[in-house]
Every structure is written in C-alpha cells, then in structure tokens.
Nanobody, 121 residues
C-alpha cells in the first residue's frame, strides 16, 4: 500500500509564504506524476500545480508566478512553495501521485489526506 502524507499547512497573513511537502511511503515500483490540488469551501477540487517524473511542470493560471512546485525523487517527496499568498488561496491542499505498485502494474492514483491552508486578509 502507498501512503501520501502532506505537511506544512497553516494560518498565514496575506502576502506571506508557506511550503508544503508531500512524501510517499510504502511499497511501489515507481512514483510518476505528482500534483497539488486544493479545495475551497463549497467549491470543487482543482489542480494547482503538477510535476511529472521528468520534471515537466504545469500551473493553474491563478498561481503562476507565485507558487513553485518541485520534487526530490531520492526522497519520494514533492514540494509546493507558495509565496504572495492571497485569501482566495485558502483551502485544503491535497497531494496526488500516480504510482505503479509493480513493474507489470498499471498506474493508479493515490491521494493524501490533505493539509489546511488559511490565508487571512
């Protein structure tokens, strides 16, 4: 079984910064794409940033220029550096990874339990 654990959320004032981490543990053959999603109250979960195993990166328009996604493959960890935070960035941030359990397996999506980010005005 693969577990994803997020950390680094919290309460911050507008204009501040936070750094989220997501570490994968358990038994797996490969850790492929990793991504950060967020869900604000009353809204659908949306992609914030994604990074492939080859380090191709995508950002939502709302965070471009403020957030930076990265990963350390040796640590099975992805990061999301969030700068110039705004109240509209508030939400639960989830990590998602596509994983192959064995070399012959198909890829499967794994989700973390989320970490709360609250930006006060």
């Amino acid at each position: 079984q693969v577990q994803l654990v997020e950390s680094g959320g919290g309460l911050v004032q507008a204009g501040g910064s936070l750094r989220l981490s997501c570490t994968a543990s358990g038994s797996f053959f490969s850790l492929n794409d990793m991504g950060w999603y967020r869900q604000a109250p009353g809204k659908q979960r949306e992609l914030v940033a994604g990074i492939t195993s080859g380090r191709s990166i995508t950002y939502s328009d709302s965070v471009k220029g403020r957030f930076t996604v990265s990963r350390d493959n040796a640590k099975n960890t992805a990061y999301l550096q969030m700068n110039s935070l705004k109240p509209e960035d508030t939400g639960v941030y989830y990590c998602k990874a596509t994983v192959k359990r064995y070399w012959y397996s198909s890829v499967q999506d794994c989700w973390g339990h989320g970490t709360q980010v609250t930006v006060s005005s």
